[in-house]
Antibody, heavy 123, light 109 residues
Framework: EVQLVQSGAELKKPGESLKISCKDSGDGFTSYWIGWVRQMPGKGLEWMGIIYPRDSDTRYSPSFQGQVTISADKSISTAYLQWSSLKTSDTAMYYC????????????????WGRGTLVTVSS | DIVLTQSPGTLSLSPGERATLSCRASQSVSSSCLAWYQQKPGQAPRLLIYGASSRATGIPDRFSGSGSGTDFTLTISRLEPEDFAVYYCQQYGSSPPWTFGQGTKVEIK
């Protein structure tokens, strides 16, 4: 059974940098897109962006463009979400998700979710 | 961006009852590109319904989705104890960003 295995919880200070990861346990990492979804404490879900690991094609939500960087290393089947300077407002749970296609509308849903990485930013 | 509005915010029902959740879009959702996800406390969301009405793998048939255009519904025919959770709709038919509704909590009455 394919899983998206996310890195562990992080406690950081404002202004620090951070890179969290999402590893695909299967062998299809370059066959689909990997996205990131934010859930702030007690709130709903927000789509942040996606990457196609085969060629690193990346798309961002306007709300997150310039705030985070999404990347991937296909040699180790791992996607990343990165901040250069964290804010307290970045405190949230971050989920990685699998999305089979962007071009085909009917295959854009998120059929597999990681368990999430809790990021806490506090001074 | 397409805004999804879910109603009600909270639904208080007893096990065995029928649950009807609504998701309304601010503009028409292309090709019924509408999904429903279930999230239990402390867990990641999981896909229930895609394409407005197709059940994801392993989802019991008491869950059904319907609708098109701007109005969509998730129905749980008979609530089981494990169904009490928060449910989110999501549209993925437009250009990004692909947006979620704010969620409906189904709680035990």
């Amino acid at each position: 059974e394919v899983q998206l295995v996310q890195s562990g919880a992080e406690l950081k200070k404002p202004g620090e940098s951070l890179k969290i990861s999402c590893k695909d346990s299967g062998d299809g990492f370059t066959s689909y897109w990997i996205g990131w979804v934010r859930q702030m404490p007690g709130k709903g879900l927000e789509w942040m962006g996606i990457i196609y690991p085969r060629d690193s094609d990346t798309r961002y939500s306007p709300s997150f463009q310039g705030q985070v960087t999404i990347s991937a290393d296909k040699s180790i089947s791992t996607a990343y979400l990165q901040w250069s300077s964290l804010k307290t407002s970045d405190t949230a749970m971050y989920y990685c998700v699998r999305q089979w296609s962007v071009a085909q509308l009917e295959r854009r849903y998120f059929d597999l979710w990681g368990r999430g990485t809790l990021v806490t930013v506090s001074s | 961006d397409i805004v999804l509005t879910q109603s009600p915010g909270t639904l208080s029902l007893s096990p065995g009852e029928r649950a009807t959740l609504s998701c309304r879009a601010s503009q028409s959702v292309s090709s019924s590109c509408l999904a429903w996800y279930q999230q239990k406390p402390g867990q990641a969301p999981r896909l229930l319904i895609y394409g407005a009405s197709s059940r994801a793998t392993g989802i019991p048939d008491r869950f059904s989705g319907s609708g098109s255009g701007t109005d969509f519904t998730l129905t749980i025919s008979r609530l089981e104890p494990e169904d009490f959770a928060v449910y989110y709709c999501q549209q993925y038919g437009s250009s990004p960003p692909w947006t979620f509704g704010q969620g409906t909590k189904v709680e035990i009455k």
